[in-house]
Nanobody, 118 residues
Framework: QVQLVESGGGLVQPGGSLRLSCAAS???????????MGWYRQAPGKQRELVGS???????NYASSVKGRFTISRDNAKKSVYLQMNSLKFEDTAVYYCNTRQRGVDYWGKGTLVTVPS
């Protein structure tokens, strides 16, 4: 059973930075390195949305709302994926989740809260 644990959230002032981490377990390093990983977020009263994703080979794509400010990276040896968030805005306030899909099953972490006050 794949388990994902996010960390690194917190309160940050507008314009500040945070780095989120997502550690995977219950999956071999080889399988992890082949899997795409995604970061999603859910703001209060809104639907969960894709922030961005990274393939096993390291190709990334981002939502237009975060492009140029957020960067996704991964360390396959540590079975971890990261979300570097810069120039944070109030509208980035949300619970951030990492995700992967294996054999047609979506796996989610419990999320980590990022709060950017207005």
């Amino acid at each position: 059973q794949v388990q994902l644990v996010e960390s690194g959230g917190g309160l940050v002032q507008p314009g500040g930075s945070l780095r989120l981490s997502c550690a995977a377990s219950g999956i071999t390093g080889i399988i992890f390195s082949l899997n795409a990983m995604g970061w999603y977020r859910q703001a209060p009263g809104k639907q969960r949305e894709l922030v961005g994703s990274i393939t096993g080979s390291g190709s990334t794509n981002y939502a237009s709302s975060v492009k140029g400010r957020f960067t996704i990276s991964r360390d396959n040896a540590k079975k971890s994926v990261y979300l570097q968030m810069n120039s944070l805005k109030f509208e980035d306030t949300a619970v951030y989740y990492c995700n992967t899909r294996q054999r047609g099953v979506d796996y989610w972490g419990k999320g980590t809260l990022v709060t950017v006050p207005s």
